[in-house]
Structures are given as structure tokens and as C-alpha cells.
């Protein structure tokens, strides 16, 4: 069946020349093999990440960045002052640096540290004023989470910690005069580790509808991922000035370094939620994503030609990128070395080509003969190759993600069923009824409100468990509607069972949509909440995520991102899989 | 420590879904409620003192609707003990289905406890091309801060539209109009009348007719969510206290969510 496009897709497809629309639509995969959670889990990041499509936006725009303060001893205690140019907008970001906690080092903190962080950075909508960067250090000083509170001329709020594996050794490092070594640096992609962006009106902070409409950072995301880059920026000063409080012969943090440096993330299963909770921001990601796939593989390449040569370098960094960057734990992953070894083999099959056969042939051979993890980097570099339609598609994205969610009362439920419902086949068909299909349920924890998943029956408050269960939620809506009679309004439905508007909702807005559903029971004895996890962080761009457990997952974002003074040299915009490559040592 | 606080809009609706589930509203009406609080306290002011003010009353196990098909398009609700922010979406339904099938529809709320509320559910109808009046007896209602006794909002060219009128665009609507200003107060409740009456989206009136500065809502709320609110800490500390209400103690077993 063919999936039905959004308007503003169809309008591109036919901007541009090559696949036609209806061909497009054929090759694009059904949910059932790219929206489950297992082939979520595989999915890798593309030029559609947000992270990535911040960073083209910031090169492209010629964003600067400039230190006003760096003022950091020994320790590690100081604080730091930048201020950002967007062109229209300037902006203030300012970060309090504290000394690290006595005892073993520790990053995994989670929200239950609350402000007892290594670095917390208060990022300003526009440029602030002497008094208010006095004030704003008074506020976040402190440290105490009770008394901290953000006003609406504060875009967001940055926590972080230092690496506990090699943040102390790489000081050591620079303040001995020398690089550090490259098994300190493999053991660990970033310097410092996001605490989360506390944001859109979190502690008081502004709400992100009230950011003026063309501001930079306005975009969905932007905001989230540039707070995060300006922790890397800090990360590089820290170490540097810290290393040079310690010792004169010290020596700065080379840009090779600084480049293969990202921003350490750990996502837990709260991300589940949100994905649940908003289907139009998971099928617009899908969609776009998907969209591109399909137009790619549709394409030919001779060889020689500009985008065969292109796949075949990109594949290359990939594969130097999977064997050099070595994950804390590949328990639940395709092991790194087996990826880059899959890839020099796909590598040495696309050069046999003759090129005459479409893309989607390449594709089919490799998922046939490999994991499902080598097969989705090949078709994130497919998508990679035709920069010019993925750019255009992923102006999509903040419309997809704001469509609203309503329903018609005056509709008949027989119409209702008949329109949308009977588009949920798949759902409306598993069977829930054994226990293990709704073994769990999310809720939050007294501990700061941390989401945590418990097990009907056993844990308590399972009447306010958090909206996970999609599939309970269609098939309730669905048995109540087979207690009416067709011609009922929805709207007598709703008076009767007002919570059902959510789902009634959901449903009218969603049902002609593509992957309007997570192919999967959430709630399930043997769900992995990680595979939704992983898939999350692909869309925010983290190239490479590493479940340590069923729910947790840990990664770096922004690694081989060039370093904020060289955002304007040759080749800036061409940073994918190059942070190993910015090292000048061979995997 | 002062005791007003700068709040973020986004902050009042994202812990007001979990506060009105710690009153016992079901996720998939809090959902729709949470909105109707931030709104509130953006352009009306004091949702969130309301809030504080009624949640004894509203709090506890839910019963059957106490609703009640006066007519084809009319019907009462009685709101003893029950919020607008849980039964006001529900009657937002019934007059929208009853405007877009060509009829004026009216609900009569019964023992209000929340008018402050009434702004935004209005503001549901007009986003849906709905125009929607209610109608007070007593100057109880309150637009942009504020006391009307009459609340108009429709959709207009680039979003929902608000005055203190109950001028429809046509002559069924002005006798529904009439027909309510006529009537007694019903038995049973307390003397104060409050109704909803909807009409199509056709029969809507000319929008340049209305004075938008005096009641620019929409422009109002932009501002909130640009500059947040200010709020009392204790009526803030409430709606947190009511979120936490739903947190889960703390134990070994929470701890390995499941797992050990």
C-alpha cells in the first residue's frame, strides 16, 4: 500500500529532478520493517540529525563565538564568559566551574544530583548585561537546586561533569607539556558529560513558543544541541586552563584533539515516554528520513561519478571511525570491529560495481548479507550523498512536528471507525490479554521524578503510571466505540468517557499518516526500552550509542565537529565520522 | 525570600498534567486540562490561586458525568465538585458538534467553581472555527484579567478573536441570546447562571467589528511565554506539591525498575 505524503513532500519530489513521486512512494519501507523497535534500535544518525542540522546552519551562517573571561584555577574552579554572534542576534553564555567532588570520580549522576554538577552554564536569549552576568553567577553559585531559580531572558541552563575516565588525565597531560596519549583518549569520546538542557520553561527559564519565530536557535532542538556544544567549548578551556594554572610549561589541547572531542550523553527510558507521547514528532522523523532513503536508493551512480566517490569516503571514515572508537560495553550492540570489518567488505563490493543498477540494489544485497547496524550506516551515507534533497526535506521537519492533534465531535463513530480507526490494524490486533504483554508500566520516582519502569501487580502507583501504552489505549477506544451505535456523535463518546479525547485524537490526527505508531508493545515482559533510546539519540545525531543495560544508553554527540575557530576553513561543513581522521593516526 | 516568582508558561502546563493527575483526573483528561491552566494564568491571572483554592474540592474518586440533554442542542452540567478544566473540554465538544450540524448549542453550567478557565475553553471552540458566548448573570467572568459578564471568542483571520459582546452573525442566535436573558435561575443551583452557547462558523461576525487591543488575548499569551508569568510561590509550591503526589516512594525494588 502506498503511503500517503504530507503536501509539502510531494512539492519537493517534484523540485527535484530524478525519481518521480510515485516511484518514491513504492520504494519507501512499511513500518513493520523500519518502525519496529529492534529496527529503530539499528538506525544511525543522518544529515536530518538535529545535531547535524545545527551545525549546517551554524558553518553556513558563519556563527562566532568569542571568550570574554576564562578565569579558572588549579582545580578546576573559576568561571567562564562567551558571548555568540548569530548575524541578527547576539547571545551571552557564561559557566560556573566547580572542583571536582572528593572520592572515586563519578558522572553518572542523573536528575537526582540536581545542581550538584561540575559545570553549570546559564545560556541568555540575547546578550546580557554586566549586572545581570553578576547576577546569574550569584544564582547557579550556590549550587543548592532548592533556591535556583531561572528567569524568561534565560534560554536554557547547561549541567555537566567531567569525564571520570580521562578528564584528570588529559589535565595531567597538558600540564606535563604533551598531548595525552592516545589509549587515555580512547577510553572516552568527550571531556565532559551533558546533564540534560533545562529549557522551555523548566525552573523558570523561557518558554520555547516565546522565542522570537526567527531566531536561530528557534528550530526544534537547536537550542537543546547548541547548549550542549557550548560544553565542549568549555570542556577545551577547562583543561587548558587548568593545565596552565598548574604548570608553565603547559601546553593547550591540540585541535586534533579538540575536534575528536564531542559532548559525552547518557539517555535513560524517559525518552521512551516522550517518543509515545507526541506520534507526530516520531512519524515526521521517520517520514523525512525514510522519504530520502527511498529517492536515494532509486539513483544511479556511474563510477567515477561525484556521488559513487563520495559513498566510497565516506564509507572509509566509517569504517576507520567503528574500528578506532572503542564503546564501554557491546553487549547489546554489533561490536565496532565487526561493523568496520563489514564495512571494508561492502566497500570493496560497491568499488566492483559497474554502477548501471540502482542504489537499491547495493542496499538489498547488504541487509541481506549483514547486521541490521551496517546496513542503516550504509543507507545513512545513501541519504549523505544527495545533500541537496535532504536539505530541502528537513524543512519539513518543524512542520511535521507541530501538527496539532484534534478530533471531529460531530463525526459519527461509525465514521470513525471507518475513516481512522481501521487504519490501526496492527494495533487494534495484538493480543494483550497475557500478562507478559503488560508486564511493566513507567512511572515517576519520588526521587526527583525520575521516570522508572515497575512491574504491575508488585510495584505501587500504578494509576499514575506515565502514557506508554499506545496499543491499550487504541484498543480501549476501540471496545467502548462497539458499545455505540454508528450514528452516535463522537462527541456523546467523549462526554461520556472524556479521557477517550486523547486517544480519539490521536487517532483522526495520525491515521493517514506514515509510521504514525511504534511498531511494538511497550509494556511487554521483553521490551527493551534501549532500542527506543538508541533510536532517539540517531535523530538527535550521536553517531555511535552503547546500551550499557536494557535501559540506559550511553554516546557522544558532536565528535569530529571542527573547533569553533575553524568553523570557517575548507571542507567545514564536511565533518561527519571525522573526528578519528582529526587525530592523524591510523585505526 | 520574595514570594513572587517568575514561572515559564511551558513550566505551568507541563507540571499542571501531573498536578491535575494527583486530583485524580485521568491522563487522557489532564491532558487536555493542562493547557486550559497555563492559559489562565497567562492572560487571566490567578489560575493557579484557583487552582490552590478548589483542589479540596475537586480532589477524589470520579463519578458517572452529571449531565444531562435539556433539548437537541442544549444541556446541563452540573459542576459540584468537578472542575471546567476536567468537564469544560467535553461541553467545548457537544456545542462544536452541535454549531457545525447548523445549530445553536448551549450547555448550562450548574455551580461553577472555575470560571477563570472559561477564556480558554472558549479559545478551543474558535481555534475550530466555532464561535462560542457565555453568558453570566453575575460579572463573574473574567477575559484578559478583566470581569465581564459576557465572553465572546471566534475565529478570526489569523487566529481566535475576543470581545464582551454576544453579537452572533445571525437571527437564531440572537433569540438564544434572548431566550437565556429571559429565563429564571434554575432550581438547585446557586442563583448565578452561567451558559455556553456556540454557533456555526458561517453565521460568525465580521471580525474588524472588534476592538483587539482591549481584549488581545492571543497577543497576551505570546507575551507570557516570552517574559513568563509571575506567580505567588505558595499557589506554585502547590501545583508542585500536587505533581508530586504522583512520584513513586523510593525503594530497592524502584531502584532496579524491576529488574533485580
Not at chain 1, 537550542?223 to 568549555?234: I, K, Q, S, T, Y
Not at chain 1, 521512551?272 to 515526521?284: H, N
Not at chain 2, 448549542?105 to 474558535?126: C, E
Not at chain 2, 453575575?138 to 477575559?143: M, V
Amino acid at each position: 500500500m502506498k503511503l500517503a505524503l504530507p503536501e509539502e513532500l510531494v512539492r519537493i519530489a517534484e523540485r527535484h529532478p530524478g525519481p518521480g513521486l510515485v516511484e518514491i512512494q513504492d520504494m519507501m519501507r512499511p513500518s513493520e520493517a523500519c518502525a519496529t523497535p529492534a529496527a529503530l534500535s539499528a538506525q544511525k544518525a543522518t544529515r536530518l540529525s538535529f545535531s547535524q542540522l545545527l551545525a549546517r546552519r551554524m558553518i553556513d551562517e558563519g556563527w562566532t563565538l568569542t571568550r570574554q573571561e576564562v578565569d579558572i584555577n588549579a582545580e578546576g574552579c573559576g568561571r567562564l564568559i562567551y558571548e555568540i554572534d548569530f548575524g541578527k542576534y547576539q547571545s551571552t553564555y557564561i559557566a560556573q566551574t566547580f572542583p571536582a567532588a572528593p572520592g572515586v570520580p563519578n558522572e553518572n549522576l542523573g536528575r537526582r544530583a540536581g545542581a550538584n554538577r561540575d559545570v553549570w552554564g546559564t545560556l541568555f536569549l540575547g546578550k546580557a548585561s554586566a549586572a545581570r552576568i553578576a547576577e546569574e553567577f550569584a544564582n547557579i553559585g550556590p549550587r543548592d537546586i532548592t533556591t535556583m531559580r531561572a528567569r524568561a531572558d534565560v534560554l536554557g541552563w547547561t549541567p555537566g561533569s567531567r569525564s571520570a575516565r580521562i578528564f584528570d588525565d588529559v589535565v595531567a597531560a597538558l600540564a606535563d607539556g604533551r598531548q595525552p596519549a592516545q589509549e587515555v583518549i580512547r577510553r572516552s569520546g568527550y571531556l565532559i558529560r551533558n546533564g540534560g538542557f533545562v529549557a522551555s520553561g523548566r525552573m523558570g527559564t523561557i518558554s520555547y513558543p516565546g522565542i522570537p519565530a526567527d531566531h536561530p536557535l528557534k528550530h526544534p532542538y537547536f537550542a537543546d544541541f547548541f547548549g550542549l556544544l557550548l560544553l565542549r567549548e568549555v570542556g577545551v578551556d577547562l583543561v587548558n586552563a587548568m593545565a596552565a594554572a598548574r604548570s608553565e610549561r603547559a601546553v593547550s589541547l591540540s585541535d586534533g584533539l579538540a575536534t575528536f572531542f564531542g559532548v559525552g550523553n547518557a539517555s535513560g527510558q524517559g525518552m521512551c515516554v516522550a517518543l509515545q507521547r507526541w506520534p507526530q514528532w516520531f512519524s515526521t522523523w521517520l517520514l523525512v528520513r525514510e522519504f530520502c532513503l527511498a529517492r536515494a536508493k532509486l539513483m544511479i551512480a556511474p563510477v567515477g561519478s561525484a556521488e559513487r566517490r563520495r559513498l566510497i569516503d565516506l564509507l572509509e571514515r566509517a569504517a576507520e571511525y567503528y574500528d578506532f572508537v572503542t564503546p564501554d560495553s557491546e553487549a547489546f550492540v554489533v561490536p565496532h570491529k565487526l561493523i568496520a570489518e563489514n564495512l571494508r567488505l561492502v566497500i570493496r563490493s560497491v568499488r566492483k560495481e559497474d554502477g548501471s543498477e540502482p542504489w537499491a540494489v547495493t542496499a538489498a544485497g547488504i541487509a541481506a548479507t549483514f547486521d541490521a547496524e551496517t546496513a542503516e550506516i550504509f543507507n545513512a551515507l545513501l541519504i549523505e550523498i544527495y545533500p541537496d534533497f535532504a536539505d530541502d526535506v528537513a524543512s519539513y521537519i518543524p512542520v511535521g512536528m507541530a501538527i496539532q492533534q484534534d478530533y471531529a465531535p460531530e463525526r459519527s463513530v461509525g465514521a470513525f471507525r471507518r475513516d481512522f480507526l481501521s487504519d490501526y490494524r496492527w494495533e487494534l490486533s495484538q493480543d494483550l490479554g497475557h500478562s507478559d504483554a503488560r508486564r511493566h508500566f513507567w512511572y515517576h520516582s519520588i526521587e526527583n521524578g525520575e521516570q522508572r519502569r515497575g512491574e504491575r501487580v508488585i510495584d505501587p502507583h500504578e494509576h499514575f503510571e506515565s502514557f506508554i501504552d499506545h496499543l491499550g489505549a487504541l484498543q480501549r477506544l476501540a471496545a467502548i466505540l462497539a458499545g455505540y451505535p454508528d450514528e452516535t456523535p463522537m462527541a456523546i463518546v467523549v462526554a461520556d468517557h472524556p479521557e477517550l479525547a486523547f486517544a480519539a485524537a490521536r487517532v483522526e490526527t495520525m491515521a493517514h499518516r506514515p509510521y504514525k505508531e511504534i511498531q511494538g508493545n511497550l509494556l511487554h515482559k521483553d521490551f527493551s526500552p534501549a532500542h527506543l533510546i538508541r533510536f532517539f539519540l540517531s535523530v538527535f545525531g550521536l553517531e555511535s550509542t552503547y546500551p550499557m543495560n536494557i535501559r540506559w544508553v550511553p554516546g557522544v554527540v558532536f565528535q569530529g565537529f571542527p573547533a569553533w575557530r575553524r568553523l570557517e576553513g575548507p571542507a567545514r561543513n564536511d565533518w561527519k565520522y571525522k573526528n578519528v581522521s582529526s587525530l592523524g593516526v591510523a585505526a | 525570600m520574595t514570594s513572587v516568582m517568575d514561572v515559564g508558561v511551558s513550566e505551568v502546563s507541563r507540571v499542571a498534567l501531573w498536578a491535575l493527575r494527583g486530583l485524580g483526573m485521568a491522563f487522557g483528561v489532564a491532558d487536555r486540562a493542562a493547557p486550559l491552566v497555563s492559559w489562565a494564568e497567562a492572560v487571566e491571572g490567578g489560575a493557579l490561586r484557583r487552582l490552590r483554592e478548589i483542589s479540596p474540592q475537586i480532589d477524589g474518586p470520579r463519578s458517572d458525568p452529571r449531565r444531562s440533554q435539556v433539548s437537541d442542542a442544549t444541556w446541563r452540567f452540573d459542576m459540584s465538585g468537578r472542575s471546567l478544566l476536567e468537564l469544560g473540554p467535553p461541553a467545548i465538544d457537544l456545542l462544536t458538534m452541535a454549531a457545525r450540524t447548523g445549530k445553536v448549542g448551549r450547555v448550562d453550567l450548574l455551580n461553577t467553581l472555575d470560571p477563570i478557565f472559561l477564556s480558554g475553553l472558549a479559545r478551543i471552540a474558535a481555534r475550530r472555527g466555532i464561535g462560542l458566548v457565555a453568558l453570566s448573570t453575575a460579572p463573574q467572568l473574567s477575559l484578559c484579567g478583566q470581569q465581564v459578564s459576557r465572553l465572546h471568542a471566534f475565529a478570526g483571520p489569523k487566529g481566535p478573536l475576543f470581545s464582551d459582546d454576544a453579537v452572533g452573525g445571525a437571527p437564531e442566535f440572537d433569540e438564544a441570546v434572548a431566550a437565556w436573558e429571559s429565563e429564571p435561575s434554575p432550581a438547585g443551583s446557586d442563583g448565578a447562571r452561567l451558559s455556553l452557547l456556540a454557533y456555526a462558523p458561517d453565521q460568525q461576525p465580521m471580525s474588524d467589528l472588534v476592538e483587539p487591543a482591549r481584549f488581545d488575548a492571543e497577543r497576551k499569551f505570546a507575551f507570557a511565554q516570552a517574559h513568563g508569568v509571575k506567580v505567588e510561590r505558595r499557589d506554585l509550591e502547590h501545583l508542585y506539591e500536587l505533581e508530586i503526589r504522583t512520584w513513586a516512594p523510593t525503594s530497592d525494588r524502584s531502584r532496579t525498575q524491576a529488574l533485580a
